[in-house]
């Protein structure tokens, strides 16, 4: 952050070179649109999107020297010497002598089900992940949630609310033994409440937990980046370590790393890094059965090249310090409007609380769903929901409800200027003005598996059609 006529604002530290047309429909068009994709906005066409902040997964802005490698990419179906590059930037960065290559991040999950997964197993987390819990599961394991209770706390000044609760893992082994825990899996930058970073002394507590019940520890490094900037600046036991030093610390800690390169690195592929080789080759067979051979895992490898490039800028504060601080000016922006926000900023984007910022609509009518869909009418700004929609019934039907309602605002790395956040911001003060207009949601098409990607609602009211009335009544022939 720098401050600029005594207001702190984020600094780019970058210049722009390329760019790619936007276009901003109007109002009615984009009800259209939200309507046709059944108000999921997994499902809108980018074509009738202003801002993108779905997600910062694959859409994050390549450096110049990302954009060079990828000329120097060898194709080799075999002993690619582009494998080779990314295999010895890994071993740099990590420390870890072996690494399997997936074409994304749950690939890399599936084979890691496969492998460690048991029927019946327990597999505790800090908090899961949507495509991790339906792997884990789908294979008869349990994912119990072992969050420290304050990373529930929508609103706080705790700067590590992904922190594991080690004395209920440790409580977790006395009571169903280590044999019943197939592994244990911290997120860095735990997504679902609010890209939530834990700290390094956490993660060496819950290592040494681990070890001596001789628990495997998996760590999901995709949002790596982000979690690397706020030890550095939120925990005073590392502000005199280099982001490299704390990224072995970290790695040194855990058994196995596993990362979507679609965020880690800004390109399109994934990867697991393994300690132990007899791991390792109980991993290995699955990756040409399911990816690729064992040199390119199903990915392109000029994004192979961007991804080397992409690790060692990830050792560069100025570069990963981008996110957070975009994020946090929009945090920062909407709680000052007292618009419901999860605080502190985390990384990956700002996140809305729908619960109390639609705190009329109950929950089993997706208040986030509703949330995300009114943000796209009022704005062009497609979010995305994190909440109940993104949940998964149970054998028996039961549909479990969210612990947070929330609508993320994803901030794509050195993609969106700072007067585009602001517009953003405006739209939603505007929408939170009127809040009272937006209605609940239900299943118009609900399927079984991973319903939040591709299933679609219908409002339960004609709430849309209402909020675009009072949109022109407001804005008159503005966009």
């Not at 010497?81 to 420390?95: D, H, Q």
């Not at 697991?272 to 990816?291: S, W």
């Not at 009114?374 to 998964?392: D, H, K, L, N, Q």
Request: proline letters at 4%; aromatic letters at 8%; a negative charge.
């Amino acid at each position: 952050m720098t401050f600029y006529r005594g207001q702190q604002l984020p600094l780019e530290m970058h210049k722009v070179r390329i760019i790619q047309k936007l276009t901003l429909l109007p109002i009615e068009q984009r009800l259209e649109a939200i309507d046709q994709a059944g108000h999921n906005t997994f499902l809108l066409q980018n074509a009738d999107v202003f801002l993108d902040m779905l997600t910062d997964s694959g859409v994050n802005a390549m450096s110049q020297d990302q954009q060079a490698a990828m000329f120097q990419a060898d194709d080799a179906y075999a002993g690619s010497s582009t494998y080779t590059r990314l295999y010895n930037k890994l071993v740099e960065i990590f420390g870890m002598k072996y690494f399997l290559p997936a074409h994304q991040g749950r690939a890399a999950e599936n084979i890691l089900a496969q492998v460690l997964v048991r029927p019946g197993d327990w597999v505790p987390m800090n908090y899961h992940f949507t495509t991790t819990k339906q792997h884990i599961t789908a294979h008869g394991g349990k994912v119990i949630e072992l969050i420290k209770p304050e990373g529930l706390e929508v609103t706080s000044d705790n700067p590590f609310k992904g922190d594991l609760d080690v004395p209920r893992l440790r409580n977790l082994v006395a009571t169903y033994g280590a044999d019943s825990i197939s592994s244990v899996r911290v997120e860095a930058g735990t997504n679902l409440i609010g890209g939530q970073p834990f700290s390094l002394a956490n993660l060496l507590e819950v290592s040494k937990a681990c070890r001596e019940h001789g628990l495997i520890l998996v760590m999901d490094a995709s949002l790596l980046a982000d979690n690397l900037h706020f030890i550095k600046t939120r925990e005073a036991a590392c502000a005199d370590m280099s982001i490299r030093e704390i990224t072995r610390a970290m790695a040194d800690a855990v058994d196995v790393i596993y990362f979507s390169a679609r965020k880690l690195g800004f390109g399109r592929g994934g990867g697991i890094c393994i300690r132990d080789e007899a791991l390792y080759k109980r991993m290995r067979g699955f990756v040409p059965m399911f990816e690729g051979f064992l040199t390119y895992g199903g990915m392109s490898v000029r994004e192979m090249e961007a991804i080397t490039i992409g690790l060692e800028e990830t050792m560069d504060e100025d570069m990963i310090n981008q996110g957070p601080q975009f994020i946090e000016y929009m945090v920062n922006e909407l709680n000052r409007r007292e618009i419901p926000v999860i605080t502190p900023a985390g990384g990956l984007g700002a996140h809305l609380d729908a619960m109390r910022f639609l705190d009329h609509i109950p929950q089993p009518e997706y208040p986030a769903a509703a949330l995300a869909s009114a943000v796209f009418i009022a704005s062009g700004v497609r979010g995305m929901e994190r909440g109940t929609m993104s949940e998964a019934r149970d054998a028996e039907g039961v549909e479990p409800l969210a612990d947070m309602e929330l609508v993320r605002l994803a901030m794509p790395r050195r993609v969106f200027t700072l007067s585009q956040v602001n517009y953003a911001i405006d739209r939603i003060d505007w929408l939170y003005q009127n809040r009272r207009m937006i209605g609940g949601m239900r299943w118009a098409e609900e399927p079984e598996i991973l319903r939040f990607f591709y299933g679609r609602l219908e409002p339960v009211t004609d709430w849309p059609n209402e909020l675009v009335a009072r949109f022109r009544e407001d804005f008159g022939d503005s966009l």
